[in-house]
């Protein structure tokens, strides 16, 4: 018999209790879980109702958006809605700032989201998510101006992802570590099922997508070319690569066991500055790694430190074991 299996409204009135978490936060994040479930329940049900395919129209970063992509981000909407201290969304799938407050007030939270990450893997039956940010403001913001989202990573109080794999996962970070829950089909609730993950130091795993080896810069081919020579090259053990296309499953997997993820900045996303974006992407991956012992860089400046000048902005992205990201911002500083 496993050791109580706390609910997510247990564990974040806890965390209310000893870390003095808003209860508007515990409300917003109850509302996000929501989104999640039904999320997950879209996925899964995708292939009876045909809507796993384009929805015949293009987002703001040039993606083909998915029928699945539109209706995350509507569930994603209309549940953050719900709760009266969101002053405004920001999402992959949408072009503006969507602002459900004239007058933002001090205590009010912006929301970030990709509402489905790894999209493209969706007709393969392979694993997808969503990735969520929530900052909370300080002073009044003006809600005529989109620049006033413009938030770095370090402003964030709360953080996490969903994945819908084999079963659904949702990791959350309030700044308190980090903390894995299930779905538990049956009472559909969310079940604390992995507490206070932490990331192991070591590690010989990397995930990269590798077929762009002649787009990236030297200190990433470096990187790699050291991995995967071997116990006779300078690291001196074998490594594994692994590459999803889902940065979900990708920043699970490193959660779980260890090691490295990178999506640089290369000739073929340069003029972009990376492919994954900084708001709703990089930092709450960010976070949620720093939370769990890691680190999170571009190769030359901590992720959380980046001040964003546009709310779809991309960035390079290197996180996982601290020890390998300390030795590709080793490799980005001698290059
Ligand atoms: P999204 O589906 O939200 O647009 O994000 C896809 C991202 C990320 O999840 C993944 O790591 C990366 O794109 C995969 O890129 P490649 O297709 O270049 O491998
Ligand atoms: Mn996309
Ligand atoms: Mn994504
Ligand atoms: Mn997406």
Redesign the pocket.
């Known amino acids: 018999m496993r050791e109580k299996q706390l609910t997510l409204r247990q564990f974040l009135l806890l965390d209310h209790r000893q870390h003095a978490l808003e209860k508007d936060l515990i409300f917003l994040l109850e509302d996000i879980a929501t989104s999640c479930r039904i999320i997950s329940n879209h996925v899964r049900s995708g292939a009876f109702v045909g809507n796993l395919g384009s929805a015949g129209s293009t987002n703001i ?1 040039g ?1 083909t958006q998915k029928q699945m ?1 539109v209706l995350a981000n509507e569930e994603f909407v209309r549940h953050c809605s719900n709760c009266g201290r969101v002053a405004a969304l920001v999402s ?1 799938e949408v072009d503006e700032v969507y602002w459900l407050k004239s007058n933002p007030e001090p205590g009010d939270y912006l929301v970030y989201f ?1 509402p ?6 969706l007709e393969l039956n392979l694993s ?1 998510g969503s ?1 969520f940010s929530v900052v909370r403001i300080a002073h009044a913001i003006d809600a005529s101006d989109d620049r006033s989202v413009l938030r770095a990573g370090h402003e964030q109080v709360c953080a996490g992802y969903s994945v819908y794999g084999p079963s659904t996962s949702l990791v959350v970070t309030t700044g308190n570590g980090v903390n894995c829950f299930t779905h538990q089909q049956g009472t559909g609730e969310f079940r604390l099922t992995h507490p206070d993950m932490r990331i192991p130091e070591e590690t010989s795993e990397f995930a990269i ?1 590798a ?2 080896y002649k787009l990236w810069d030297a200190p990433i081919q470096r990187y790699f070319d050291e991995c995967i020579a071997g116990r006779d090259g300078p690291r001196e053990k074998t490594f594994n690569m692994r ?6 499953a ?1 920043v699970h997997r490193i959660l779980t066991r260890g090691g490295v ?1 990178l ?1 640089p900045c290369d000739d073929g996303n340069r003029t972009d500055g990376g ?3 900084l708001m709703y ?1 990089a930092n709450p991956m960010g976070m949620i790694i720093e939370q769990a012992g890691g680190a999170a860089s571009t190769g030359t400046e901590r992720i959380m430190d980046v001040t964003p000048t546009s709310h779809h902005q991309r960035v390079a992205v290197i996180l996982g074991s601290k020890s390998e990201v300390a030795l590709l911002e080793k490799y980005h500083a001698e290059a």
Do not use: T
């Open positions: 970063q993606e992509d992959e990709d489905l990450d790894g999209s493209s893997n997808v990735i997508n077929s762009r590459w999803v296309a889902s940065m979900v990708e993820f999506y492919k994954l974006r992407e």
